[in-house]
């Protein structure tokens, strides 16, 4: 008892309590935002090369990762492009030239103080010849004193044999202007230091810069400059027409000098190359390649490779922990904000939500939670589906065959069309959250459940959730199709997988939805028009058992079956349900059934030998003992709360008028003699308490006329009307005028008039007046009672009698 006691407001709590409700709609957004994010935790990892993977990494983003190979390969690419850096001295032969004027001027310049022809020694008288000879000894000295001086201008060494060639010429000027001219011939062709090394360039060619000028310019012909060998063998060539009027020795002198001042005025600047190619490196970016959302980065049971380490590096990197834990709060807050939402706006108001409001919440969050991981597992399969066969469709083709229009057939099948409406939107958000927040999944979801809802609606058949799978396909075809063309992917391949994965995901849906529904059905306590179809097979076991043990009760609530299967249908109501309500709403009968009129064939009325106050408990054990059964025998919440409530809280008006009488009034407490109730919460169990009233008392008609009739229909309803137990049914007084007529309907053509059968049979052989038996007068039939008794044994007993 005490168990009892407490077990019935525990249970109430459980479905009934606010609290409940939150700690589900917490619960949900949890698991969802864990879902989402399954590797929110991998800054927490430490791997190196060659440890392996406690559990899959995937990418919660799109990030770039560097590819040091080939960025170092474009950056060496990009260094070898530069040309060699060649500075062009175009001022060098000018420089030789100036110097070579300033050595023979300053030791000519001897020769030209003692020039008689002088402006310095015009007015002195000529000297004698010994004094001459003094001079020139004099002047011999100071330029061999001023050989050095002479070298220094020059540049170079001057042996004896060669200076002494040069005095006796007194230095002529011809000398360095030659010398001057071969050099300018020369180095404008250009003289470079070492030409092997300049010709390994030839391909690509150099970069000339003139030194002067800070001009550059690419140069490709490179064999046509002299090597510092070529331009010392070209003094001759170029400077035998130029010194045929010379002596020998001069010739020789001045070849000899030419030579000794030629040096390279094309030198190679191997500071500014290098510069220049490190300019190129360093300007050429990181050569990055893209890891898509969701790509797996660490598989769980795998060693961890180089690259494998590279991306999780850089994922952490790129990734920071503020925003991270930003996005978390953010996709859990949407969730939880979407849930109630629906919940305080849409869901609570619906009739069949909130019979049982927490139960049917918990189902929304299974359902949600469940495709929520179906969406979140099957991209990862399909990797690795795709690394162990040839084949590999693009990942965002996969996601069109993802079955999540199931859920809204599901939801629809058990919680009604309404319901699984406003969860669509639900399912589409959360699939879109996990996928990367892409519109385009959110919109081919959503479509794809709501019509999927709607073709799943009112289904009596489970080959109609095939159908509906069917549909779904070429549904999910046609926008697979749709959002290629909005998404610019329009190639024929990609568009091939989507609209294949497309139909397999709507194919799917239904197979799921057949597979599920079974399952939610023992789970949750559910039952689908499907079930109701089974139970209103009459074979049933409970059905049988009320056939043989009550066969009143069995024909009453045949009748009323059918009663309210008809109003149903006029009202709009579901006539499935009522049906089903009608056949099981009596059930309790069972355990006393004798104690019931339409049961008692016969046989004394057992109620007469009792009070009445143990009467009415008797009838009113009926429903609780009616639920009992319903529960063992899993006939689902629907028909037992029609059981419950097809009473109402009316009154047992008989048995209570008897009390008064036995008692009187002030005795009685009238509450002892009422159903316990609740009154009918659904227009299907109103129809139910309609009819049960309606169609016990059509059998206390002596003279069932259709008036008759009609006049009783009419006074019951208003009875039941007035007394308020409509009131929590939502049935109008427009229902109850077709209610009505439809119960008027169906009376009628159960107690219509039939025709009377006479008991005497005309002859085939005898006379027939005009041809026809029926106009023929019948004969008195001779009493055989007495020949009966009579003959005793010879006779069949009466049929029917006992």
């Known amino acids: 008892m005490n168990m009892k006691k407490y077990k019935e407001p525990l249970t109430d709590f459980v479905c009934n309590s606010t609290c409940i409700r939150w700690i589900i709609l917490i619960s949900v957004t949890l698991m969802f935002t864990v879902l989402n994010y399954p590797n929110l935790v991998i800054t927490k990892h430490s791997y190196s090369i060659g440890d392996v993977v406690e559990r899959d990494i995937k990418a919660p983003k799109d990030f770039f990762i560097e590819d040091s190979t080939a960025t170092e390969q474009k950056r060496r690419q990009a260094a070898e492009s530069v040309l060699t850096v060649y500075d062009h001295d175009t001022t060098l032969s000018d420089k030789l030239a100036r110097n070579l004027d300033e050595a023979f001027s300053l030791v000519r310049s001897v020769y030209d103080s003692d020039d008689p022809s002088s402006p310095e020694n015009s007015t002195e008288a000529p000297a004698e010849s010994t004094g001459d000879t003094e001079s020139n000894l004099s002047n011999h000295n100071q330029i061999l004193q001023m050989k050095e001086a002479f070298e220094g201008k020059l540049g170079l060494p001057v042996n004896d044999g060669a200076y002494k060639v040069l005095e006796k010429e007194r230095f002529p000027k011809e000398i360095p202007q030659l010398i001057a001219q071969l050099l300018a011939d020369i180095l404008d062709n250009g003289v470079v230091s070492n030409k092997e090394l300049l010709l390994k360039e030839a391909d690509k060619g150099i970069t000339l810069r003139n030194l002067e000028s800070k001009s550059e310019k690419t140069q490709f012909l490179l064999k046509h400059l002299y090597s510092l060998d070529q331009s010392k063998a070209m003094v001759r060539i170029i400077g035998q027409p130029l010194m045929k009027e010379l002596n020998y ?27 220049r190619k490190k300019q190129a490196a360093g300007a050429v970016k990181p050569i990055l390649y893209q890891i898509k959302a969701g790509e797996m980065l660490l598989r769980e049971g795998e060693r961890v490779t180089e690259m494998q380490l590279l991306k999780l590096g850089s994922l952490q990197d790129q990734i920071n922990q503020n925003q991270m834990v930003a996005n978390v709060i953010g996709a859990a807050g949407i969730i939880l904000c979407l849930f109630n939402i629906f919940y305080f706006v ?143 992917n329009i190639s024929s391949l990609k ?31 559910f039952t689908t028009e499907i079930t109701f179809l089974e139970l209103a097979n009459l074979e049933r076991p409970i059905l049988r058992r009320l056939m043989i043990e009550a066969p009143g009760t069995y024909h009453h609530s045949v009748v009323v079956g059918t009663m309210v299967e008809a109003a149903a249908a006029e009202i709009g109501a579901n006539s499935l349900l009522a049906k089903v309500c009608g056949y099981y709403h009596d059930i309790g009968k069972i355990k006393k059934p004798l104690y019931f009129i339409e049961n008692q064939i016969n046989c004394k009325n057992k109620h007469d030998k009792l009070a009445p106050s143990m009467s009415s408990l008797i009838l009113i054990s009926h429903v609780k003992d009616g639920v009992e059964i319903a529960k063992k025998y899993k006939l689902g919440q629907s028909i037992t709360d029609a ?81 308020g137990q409509l009131d929590d049914c939502e049935l109008t007084l427009k229902d109850l005028h077709l209610i009505a007529k439809s119960f008027h309907t169906i009376l009628n053509g159960i107690h219509h008039h039939r025709i009377e059968y006479t008991e005497s049979i005309v002859p085939i052989t005898g006379k027939v007046k005009d041809g026809h038996t029926d106009k023929q007068q019948p004969k008195q039939t001779p009493d055989t009672s007495g020949d009966d008794q009579k003959k005793g044994q010879s006779h069949l007993k009466r049929l029917g009698l006992s």
């Open 643 to 723: 059981i419950k409530q097809h009473h109402g809280n009316s009154l047992i008006s008989f048995f209570y008028e008897k009390a008064k009488q036995l008692k009187g009034k002030e005795a009685v407490n009238i509450d002892n003699y009422r159903y316990p109730g609740p009154r009918p919460q659904t227009r299907e169990a109103g129809l139910v308490m309609l009819a049960d009233v309606v169609e016990a008392a059509s059998r206390t008609l002596e003279n069932p006329t259709p008036a008759r009739i009609q006049g009783l229909v009419q006074k019951l309803i208003n009875k039941i009307f007035s007394d």
């Open 495 to 525: 568009l091939l997988w989507d609209t294949g994965f497309a139909f397999l995901g709507g194919v799917g849906s239904g197979i799921v939805t057949l597979g599920l529904a079974p399952l939610i059905e023992v789970a949750f306590g």
């Open 346 to 488: 849409y869901f609570s108001h619906q009739k069949e939500f909130n019979t049982q409001p927490n139960k049917n919440l918990l189902f929304i969050a299974t359902i949600f939670i469940l495709f929520c991981f179906i969406t979140e597992i099957v991209p990862s399969y399909s990797i690795s589906f795709n690394r162990a066969t040839e084949f590999s469709p693009h990942m965002s083709s996969v996601i069109f065959g993802i079955p999540l229009a199931s859920s809204s057939m599901l939801i629809c099948m058990f919680l009604g069309i309404d319901v699984a409406m406003a969860f669509s939107i639900l399912i589409a958000t959360g699939s879109a959250i996990i996928l990367q927040n892409r519109f385009e999944v959110f919109i081919y979801v959503l479509l794809s459940c709501l019509m999927a809802a709607y073709w799943i609606h009112h289904c009596q058949q489970r080959k109609m959730i095939i159908q509906a799978g069917l549909k779904i396909s070429v549904l999910n075809m046609v926008l697979a199709i749709v959002i290629n063309t909005y998404s610019g």
């Open 249 to 275: 020795n001069l010739r020789n002198l001045v070849v000899d000098f030419t030579q000794s001042l030629i040096q390279p005025n094309i030198t190679m600047n191997r500071s500014e190359t290098e510069e």
